[in-house]
C-alpha cells in the first residue's frame, strides 16, 4: 500500500517562506513522477509543480514558477516543495501525489494522494 504523508504546512506571513516535505512508502520513489497540488476554500484543486521520477524535470503553474520550487531526494523517499515570497492568496490546502507516468500536471493521471498539509499566509 503506497503511502504519503505531507508536512511543513503552517503559519506564515506574507513574503515568508515554508518547505513542505513529503515522504512516500510503499513503492519505489524513484521509479514514480511527483507531483503538488493546492486547494483553496470554495475552489477546485489546482496544479502547483511536478517532477520526473530521476528528478530531471520540472513543471510548474505559470504564475508560480520562479516563487516555488519542486525538489526530491531519492534516498529519503521523499519530495519538497520551497515556496518564498508567499502571498495570501496561496493560502489553501497542499497535496502530494504520485504517479506511473514520467510527469504530468494532470491530477487525473496521479494514483497516489496524500491528505494534505494546511499553508495559511496571513497579509
Known amino acids: 500500500q503506497v503511502q504519503l504523508v505531507e508536512s511543513g504546512g503552517g503559519l506564515v506571513q506574507a513574503g515568508g517562506s515554508l518547505r513542505l516535505s513529503c515522504s512516500v512508502s510503499?513503492?519505489?520513489?524513484?521509479?514514480?513522477?511527483m507531483g503538488w497540488f493546492r486547494q483553496a476554500p470554495g475552489r477546485e484543486r489546482e496544479f502547483v509543480a511536478a517532477?520526473?521520477?530521476?528528478?530531471?524535470?520540472?513543471n510548474y503553474k505559470d504564475s508560480l514558477r520562479g516563487r516555488f520550487t519542486i525538489s526530491r531526494d531519492n534516498d529519503k523517499n521523499t519530495v519538497y516543495l520551497h515556496m518564498n515570497d508567499l502571498k495570501p492568496e496561496d493560502t489553501a490546502v497542499y497535496y502530494c501525489?504520485?504517479?506511473?507516468?514520467?510527469?504530468?500536471?494532470?491530477?487525473?493521471?496521479?494514483?497516489?494522494w496524500g491528505r494534505g498539509t494546511q499553508v495559511t499566509v496571513s497579509s
Open positions: 510503499g513503492r519505489t520513489f524513484s521509479s514514480i513522477g
Open positions: 517532477i520526473a521520477y530521476r528528478g530531471g524535470t520540472t
Open positions: 501525489a504520485g504517479t506511473e507516468f514520467l510527469i504530468t500536471n494532470n491530477e487525473f493521471k496521479y494514483d497516489y
